[in-house]
């Protein structure tokens, strides 16, 4: 049962494309790790987020166990809003860049008639320029499974300045408004998962830094 990264600095114009393939199509062949530095935030307890590489490092999930917006009779007054912040220590190769593609957003909502929910983040380098944030809005009478997929077209990915030691930070909002539904009833929007099954997945886009300057 549910509980509950464009506008940065272009620092990357001496990046190489790898060989054979546009940007995102090589990832580094040893697996890359990925630390959770801290996690801030109504929707996200410590402990209460984890993350995962994918075995052929095309992408990371996030899943939440505790991230639920909602209004209703039992919710606190606070509860129409919950974000979560990540700051995370992405751990890549030597010789490896790299930023998003496009992220699947998925979850499970409850909206009576008349309410309305939404989801919306950004992501971005610590230090850089944040990226504008995208969001996705839902209606009542809705109670079901959703979906949102955010994708950057490739002269708009931001990356991982080579030779630098940036965090990687995720900035994420659920929003539940109570609009003219019935005041009696509860409406929700959920992103978390007690069994694993609905994640946030950031797909990767790779490239090969060039060598260092003698």
Known sequence: ???TLAA??????TIIIPPGGAPGDTPPPDHITIDVVTINGSGCRAGTAAVAVSPDNKAFT?????FM???GPQALPTDFRKNCQLNLRVNVPQGFTYGIASTDYRGFAHLERGATALEKANYYFQGMSQTAFKQHNYAGPFSDDWQATDTNEIAA???HPCGEKRNFNINTELRVNQGTSDKTKTS???M???DGSIET???FAWKVCPPPRP
């Open 188 to 190: 929700f929007i959920a």
């Open 1 to 3: 049962m549910l509980n």
């Open 62 to 66: 996030v899943t939440y166990s505790e």
């Open 192 to 194: 978390d998962s007690t």
């Open 8 to 13: 940065a600095a272009l620092a990357m114009s």
């Open 201 to 203: 997945t950031y797909h």
């Open 157 to 159: 990915i931001v990356y």
């Open 69 to 71: 917006a909602q209004v």
